[in-house]
């Protein structure tokens, strides 16, 4: 991007003016600390799960799906 200097300028003053709406907007909406990144405090981050533990949900996830299926006749066999 080739932006002149006046480009520059009123993109800067822009993003100042995003910045106090954003402020403004948390303090009325009572916003927690994870979205205002100004309190210092960094935004907990998302748990990942290992591969080993999905395999260990999805089959017991597949076991439940069988015993339910076991447990109820087919219907489409009357």
Known sequence: ????????????K???KIEVL???LAALLG???STS????????KKR????A????IAAAQRA????QKAATPDKKGK
Do not use: C, F, I, V
Request: cysteine-free.
């Open 1 to 12: 991007m080739n932006l002149s200097a006046s480009q520059l300028h009123r993109a800067a």
């Open 14 to 16: 822009l993003q100042e």
């Open 22 to 24: 954003q402020k403004d």
């Open 31 to 33: 916003a927690s600390s």
């Open 37 to 44: 990144a100004s309190d210092g405090k960094p935004a907990k």
């Open 48 to 51: 990942t799960m290992s591969a």
């Open 53 to 56: 533990a999905r395999k260990k």
């Open 64 to 67: 439940r799906w069988a015993k």
